[in-house]
């Protein structure tokens, strides 16, 4: 018999309260940079199983939260800005019974009860970010200058 897959992706913004973020000042070769991480999310779902009419269902939504960190750097008193979304992935896995299009809202509440997890992705990534702002903003310059 088939199994029925339905795929989905969507960025959850629901799911990722505005309060989820990291914001660093910055000092660097006589100016002043604001720094803001926050999550970018994206969601996939995928139905596996069947239903079968009156046969009971194996139906199950396995689903994975992919958690990257979008970086954004903004001179003072600017209002243009370098924004990157970086490499370090943080994935949070998931499943539960019946197919992923009837329990989207119960996957969506999950996601939001994830949210000291996110937080604490947010946080060390930018912790361990420093070193390339500088060079980003070094770069920036740089390309501004020519």
Same mark, same amino acid.
């Given at each position: 018999?088939?199994?029925?897959?339905?795929v989905l992706t969507a960025a959850l913004a629901a799911a990722t309260p505005?309060?989820?973020?990291?914001?660093?000042?910055? +000092?660097?070769?006589?100016?002043?940079?604001?720094?803001?991480? =926050?999550?970018?999310? !994206?969601?996939?779902?995928?139905?596996?199983?069947? /239903? #079968?009419?009156? =046969?009971?269902?194996?139906?199950?939504?396995?689903?994975?939260?992919?958690? +990257? @960190?979008?970086?954004?750097?903004?001179? +003072?008193?600017?209002?243009?800005?370098?924004? =990157?979304?970086?490499?370090?992935?943080? @994935?949070?896995?998931?499943?539960?019974?019946?197919?992923?299009?009837?329990?989207?809202?119960?996957?969506? #509440?999950?996601? @939001? #009860? +994830?949210?000291?997890?996110?937080?604490?992705?947010?946080? !060390?990534?930018?912790? &361990?970010?420093?070193?390339?702002?500088? &060079?980003?903003?070094?770069?920036?310059? &740089?390309?501004? /200058?020519?």
């Open positions: 018999m088939p199994v029925s897959a339905l505005a309060s989820v973020s990291h914001e660093v000042a910055v +000092q660097h070769r006589d100016a002043a940079y604001q720094v803001s991480y =926050r999550p970018h999310v !994206r969601t996939e779902m995928k139905t596996v199983g069947m /239903s #079968a009419g009156t =046969r009971p269902s194996t139906e199950r939504c396995r689903w994975e939260m992919i958690v +990257q @960190v979008e970086r954004q750097i903004r001179r +003072q008193g600017d209002t243009a800005s370098v924004d =990157r979304l970086l490499p370090d992935a943080h @994935v949070i896995r998931g499943d539960r019974p019946g197919s992923c299009t009837i329990g989207r809202d119960a996957i969506e #509440a999950a996601h @939001v #009860a +994830q949210r000291d997890k996110l937080q604490a992705h947010v946080t !060390r990534v930018a912790s &361990a970010d420093h070193p390339n702002v500088l &060079a980003d903003i070094d770069s920036a310059r &740089a390309l501004a /200058s020519n």
